[in-house]
């Protein structure tokens, strides 16, 4: 979920409630269908009246020559948003049992004349008048930059589906925040049970779609737990439906004034009622610094209101440091919000931070860690996106250490320079629904570093999600999308679509909901080419492949646990035990420790000659910045496996073809700091 900021066209006082708000930022009796019993795409009955589709062809089944399954990967939607925030954030719903009026109508308070409509004036700007109808005519919304409205009603999401889509990621969000601030709601703030009831819904949905083709299991929507299921589902030519969590505090992880409000019994009992609710993938904390990490900055005035409001909700604002790497959170920036702050207690101000230091100071907790490796246990998959770099680094030092390919970007809220590290462990990677010129632009970029993992790419629309989709170009544009086109695949149609009397032109309309998706893949190839949608189209293999070898993943055996250790020298300390055995005991709160010179080395005997692969170290303060990790059969003869010169501490995963070796030494050339080398512990794997 992203925010979108419009331009104020009217000036009106403006409460804390309007800036964090910012922050995110019929009948149903059956009729006959016309192709019933011979076209299995087309339902035996469908709702009348409803959408209209705009879609002819069947549907594109199996895979490709290569065995591999095709089509378009949104990693990032929020069918059920409308559930969220109390349930009068965005208004409407992606279906009703009594159909398509009922669906698709405004929030009560938006009536007659959106004069009550909050949120839409702090989004849209204005005065937040609009017309409220919904169906039939659809004259204001939805719309590309209509941030409060229902845009993933079943129809349209049916013809991206028709249209060549074969993966959506429905996240199920909230944020207990804006709810409680927000004056309209019908139901709790409390996140889990926000989230519960939106998974409900999503299979409540599969059984809506379900009954109009003839029963269970019949419909194109369809709810998957594993990749083998998803693909089963693909082959057949129907739409494989994961499960994935954005919010704010999971399983109740806030802190306040810096004390986590969980434990490790929460993440677990957390964890396993959404695996047991389908979920597959989940953000451990997003816009808010919660018990588990640290966050992603947002910038400007908007980050000001954040940050007050973490203030008010945590009693703590933002911390920045330096950052030790490329990588860096948003700038904060200087942005006032004069409304937001007149909020907070008397005396107390938002920090000001200094321009050179924009990484967060926050990163993955122990909570965090803990949540992360429970996570790998289960065979989840970890969304990036969000994190601040400090967490976002310690988490694929993680993975890296385990060699788990589960790490997903989803909707271009990563820092980019992290691009290739999630590549190399096989994960996943899906840019944000801009403008065809910028997604192309942004494709075109890294097409190289796909082409050098051989992966598909994916897109993140991030529906529902308050964050602003692509405006027209215009009809007068020199390569504008000609109406009928046909589906990447070749076999299908697809037409203008239309919902009551309403006809939509991606050219003149922007992208307004989730139907106009097959528009917009069609917009990128006028824009950027045929190459572009080839690797969107190649995006449903690649995440089946990052989800599939997340599943398959199999702990490494630590070769080094337990083993003998020696070493060139062992800190004396009259309290504890510094000595090299330490490094090897399984436990990380010991530690081996080196006299305080460069020229240092642990020797680990793994007892017998087996072939070596992997070896994860984890630094105390006391790290090496240039070091060699060298093996040998013999205990004399060294050969250099690997070796760096940028060490920075942490946790480090050298990677390297596998050798025999039944010695490894850990040979330290220039230490970081003035004290000397100090491990935790050193793994060693054949994997």
């Known amino acids: 979920m992203t925010m979108a900021q419009q331009p104020h066209h009217r000036r009106r006082p403006i409460t804390v409630l309007s800036l964090l708000l910012l922050v995110m930022a019929v009948t149903l009796g059956p009729t006959p269908s016309s192709a019933a019993g011979t076209d299995w795409w087309n339902p035996v009955a469908r709702p009348a009246p409803d959408s209209q589709i705009g879609v002819t062809g069947e549907p594109f089944k199996g895979t490709n020559s290569q065995g591999e399954v095709r089509g378009f990967v949104d990693a990032h939607n929020h069918i059920m948003a409308n559930e969220a925030f109390g349930g009068r954030l965005i208004c409407g719903k992606p279906f009703s049992e009594a159909g398509v009026a009922d669906a698709l109508k405004d929030c009560p308070e938006h009536y007659p004349d959106g004069s009550l409509a909050i949120f839409d004036f702090i989004t849209n700007g204005g005065d937040g008048k609009h017309d409220?109808?919904?169906?039939?005519?659809?004259?204001?919304?939805?719309?590309?930059?209509?941030?409060?409205?229902?845009?993933?009603?079943?129809?349209?999401?049916?013809?991206?589906?028709?249209?060549?889509?074969?993966v959506l990621v429905n996240d199920l969000v909230t944020n207990g925040v804006i709810c409680s601030v927000y004056p309209f709601k019908d139901r709790s703030c409390d996140e889990m049970t926000s989230i519960r009831l939106q998974a409900k819904l999503t299979y409540d949905m599969q059984a809506y779609i379900d009954k109009m083709y003839g029963g269970t299991g019949k419909g194109w929507f369809r709810i998957v737990t594993d990749s083998e299921q998803a693909r089963s589902v693909i082959e057949q030519g129907k739409l494989a439906v994961i499960l994935g969590v954005e919010t704010s505090e999971p399983f109740g992880c806030k802190q306040i004034l810096d004390i986590a409000q969980c434990d490790k019994d929460d993440i677990d009992a957390g964890l396993d009622e959404l695996y047991d609710l389908g979920v597959r993938s989940m953000f451990l904390c997003h816009k808010f610094d919660n018990a588990l990490c640290g966050v992603r900055f947002d910038e400007g005035s908007l980050g000001t209101a954040i940050n007050v409001g973490q203030f008010l909700s945590t009693g703590t604002f933002w911390q920045t440091e330096k950052c030790t790497g490329p990588q860096h959170d948003n700038p904060i920036g200087g942005a006032a919000a004069p409304s937001a702050e007149e909020e907070l207690p008397a005396g107390v101000e938002v920090p000001s931070y200094d321009d050179d230091a924009q990484c967060n100071k926050r990163g993955l907790t122990e909570l965090g860690e803990y949540a992360v490796r429970g996570m790998m246990q289960r065979k989840m998959m970890l969304e990036v996106d969000h994190m601040s770099v400090k967490a976002t680094g310690r988490a694929l030092d993680i993975f890296e250490s385990e060699s788990y390919p589960g790490v997903l970007s989803s909707h271009s809220w990563m820092d980019l320079n992290w691009t290739e590290r999630v590549y190399g462990l096989g994960g996943f990677i899906a840019q944000y629904m801009h403008g065809s010129e910028g997604f192309s632009a942004e494709a075109d970029r890294t097409k190289a570093l796909r082409e050098k993992y051989d992966v598909g790419y994916g897109y993140g629309t991030d529906m529902n999600g308050v964050g602003g989709w692509p405006a027209p170009r215009g009809a007068d544009a020199s390569n504008p999308v000609t109406y009928p086109f046909r589906s990447t695949d070749g076999g299908s149609v697809i037409d203008k679509q239309t919902t009551g009397s309403r006809t939509w032109d991606l050219n003149t309309d922007g992208a307004s909901h989730y139907g106009l998706v097959p528009d917009w893949i069609e917009d990128i190839r006028k824009v950027g080419g045929q190459d572009v949608v080839d690797d969107l189209f190649r995006g449903a293999e690649s995440y089946l492949d990052t989800w599939g070898a997340s599943e398959g993943h199999k702990a490494g055996v630590n070769l080094a646990k337990g083993a003998s250790a020696s070493a060139s020298s062992s800190e004396s300390n009259p309290f504890t035990s510094y000595a090299p055995g330490r490094a090897v005991d399984g436990n990380t709160d010991t530690r081996w420790a080196s006299d305080w010179s460069d020229d240092q080395w642990l020797r680990i005997d793994l007892g017998s000659t087996s072939t070596v692969k992997r070896v994860t170290l984890e630094w105390e303060r006391a790290y090496a910045k240039s070091y060699r990790v060298e093996v040998s059969t013999d205990g004399t003869t060294w050969q250099s496996a690997w070796s760096t010169t940028a060490g920075d501490g942490g946790l480090d995963t050298a990677l390297f073809n596998g050798v025999p070796a039944r010695y490894v030494r850990i040979h330290g050339l220039d230490r970081g700091t003035d004290w000397g080398y100090s491990l935790y512990e050193v793994g060693v794997y054949s994997s």
């Open 132 to 166: 409220p109808d919904g169906w039939p005519t659809f004259k204001d919304w939805p719309a590309y930059d209509s941030l409060t409205h229902q845009q993933n009603y079943y129809a349209w999401v049916e013809r991206a589906w028709r249209g060549g889509q074969r």
